[in-house]
């Protein structure tokens, strides 16, 4: 069974950068579309990035698109979020998320989830 652990976060200063990566074991992740997502105490949780399982299609929430970059290694098992510019409204919980088709959107259902990784954004 697919497991996802996400790793990373932490606290920044407005104007940095952080990079989180998502590290899959129990199954190829090759085979799964994955997603970011974060979530605030009190809002919905929204999609961030999402990215198909060869690598080739990436999709971004408006507000993150030319500062954030999603990008995978699927002989390492591993996606991830370089995050630059950050700006305080990106603080958040992010969770990685698994698909297991090869294509996706962020408002696309995913099926596993990964435990999540603080990303606070703060001077």
């Known amino acids: 069974q697919l497991r996802l652990v996400e790793s990373g976060g932490g606290l920044m200063q407005p104007g940095g950068s952080l990079r989180l990566s998502c590290a899959a074991s129990?199954?190829?992740?090759?085979?799964?579309?994955i997603g970011w997502f974060r979530q605030v105490p009190g809002k919905e949780r929204e999609g961030v990035s999402c990215i198909s399982a060869g690598g080739s299609r990436q999709n971004y929430e408006d507000s993150v698109k030319g500062r954030f970059t999603i990008s995978r290694d699927n002989a390492l098992n591993t996606v991830y979020l370089q995050m630059n510019n950050l700006k305080p409204e990106d603080t958040g919980v992010y969770y990685c998320?698994?698909?297991?088709?090869?294509?996706?959107?962020?408002?696309?259902?995913?099926?596993?989830w990964g435990q999540g990784t603080q990303v606070t954004v703060s001077s």
């Open positions: 998320a698994a698909r297991s088709v090869t294509h996706c959107t962020i408002r696309s259902t995913f099926d596993l």
């Open positions: 129990g199954a190829n992740l090759g085979y799964y579309a």
